[in-house]
């Protein structure tokens, strides 16, 4: 049974820093069939939408326009877990983050449609 446990979420201030972080178990990587895991965000009132997907074994990255420069998504594969540390948080980014596990078709970035597994979402609140 796979899971994906998302932790460190909060509230900050604009300009601040946060990281989350998500444990996987039961999920395995392979790199043969594009196995990935991204972070995507929800904020009220609209669509979710991909943030950032990472590629486990070799350790590529791919960001979201908005986020690139400020965002990194990285991997501890020895603790099966995935980070995305966010710096120059900003009120837009406020959201419900969730970690995501699947198949990158596209060979980039991680789509909704590939994702097999969710986590439960963690909430970022960022103020002015």
């Known amino acids: 049974q796979v899971q994906l446990v998302e932790s460190g979420g909060g509230s900050v201030q604009a300009g601040g820093s946060l990281r989350l972080s998500c444990a996987t178990s039961?999920?395995?990587?392979?790199?043969?069939?594009?196995?990935?895991m991204g972070w995507f965000r929800q904020a009220p009132g609209k669509e979710r939408e991909g943030v950032a997907t990472i590629y486990p074994t070799s350790g590529r990255t791919y960001y979201a326009d908005s986020v690139k420069g400020r965002f990194a998504i990285s991997r501890d594969n020895a603790k099966n877990t995935v980070y995305l540390q966010m710096n120059s948080l900003i009120p837009e980014d406020t959201a419900m983050y969730y970690c995501?596990?699947?198949?990158?078709?596209?060979?980039?970035?991680?789509?909704?449609?590939?994702?097999?597994?969710w986590g439960q979402g963690t909430q970022v609140t960022v103020s002015s």
């Open positions: 039961g999920y395995t990587y392979n790199p043969y069939s594009r196995n990935c």
């Open positions: 995501a596990a699947g198949r990158c078709s596209s060979g980039e970035y991680l789509k909704e449609y590939d994702v097999a597994y």
